[in-house]
């Protein structure tokens, strides 16, 4: 189901799912159905999505985060974050940019996740956002998504962010943050020594420039 999930948001047909065009809306259109089979409920009130909006000049462009939760045992009013973002850079001079790995991997992922903790109920509750408008965007959809966290005064413990996740030769994966969060070292350390693939830490100083991935 994951590859599936991947070769349905890359195919032709989503058009490279670029923010504010007809081939973002089936992407997102994908995501809310696959948000509803694996068993996530709503989290901004009746709708899966939650409208996302840029400036560009005299245009308004529209698109939309969908934002779903599994409500802890525990902790319901804890909140872990678990982020991804769907759209892509759409179509250029005729050419598909089907963005496989950046990002349809991180989505693909996203939703494998969300659907083991809807069997498996967590502790504290965990929100799934698939974000629109990343790419060339500004981070509208990621700053939208915040704001309104924000906003409600969530009591939000931690987000991880899901980006380019599918693709190494040498088996090796990415988790930056500890630089900012010394605190979580432990933890990573503990997942890397029995994880699958060659866990690494790092590109997450401010000295680093657009190394720095955080």
Known sequence: QLLEDVRALSSDAMEGRKFGTPGGAKARAYVV?????????PFFGAS?????????GEQ?????????????????????????????????EGKTYNGADDNASG??????MAAH????????????AALDAEEGSGFAGSRTLVKSLLDARRNVALN???DMVSHSDRGELYASGLYHYPSLKPVVERVAARAPVKLLTGHDRPEQGTNDWT
Do not use: W
């Open 107 to 112: 989505v693909a992922t996203l939703l494998q």
């Open 60 to 92: 308004t462009v529209e698109g939309a985060n969908v934002v779903g939760v599994v409500h802890g045992k525990s902790n319901p009013e804890r909140f872990l974050v678990v982020t991804a973002h769907y759209d892509h850079l759409g179509v250029k």
């Open 160 to 162: 991880v962010n899901l």
């Open 117 to 128: 903790f809807s069997r498996q109920q967590p502790a504290n509750s965990i929100v799934f």
């Open 48 to 56: 899966f999505e939650q409208p996302v909006s840029q400036k560009r």
């Open 33 to 41: 159905r696959r948000f509803t089979e694996v068993g996530l409920k």
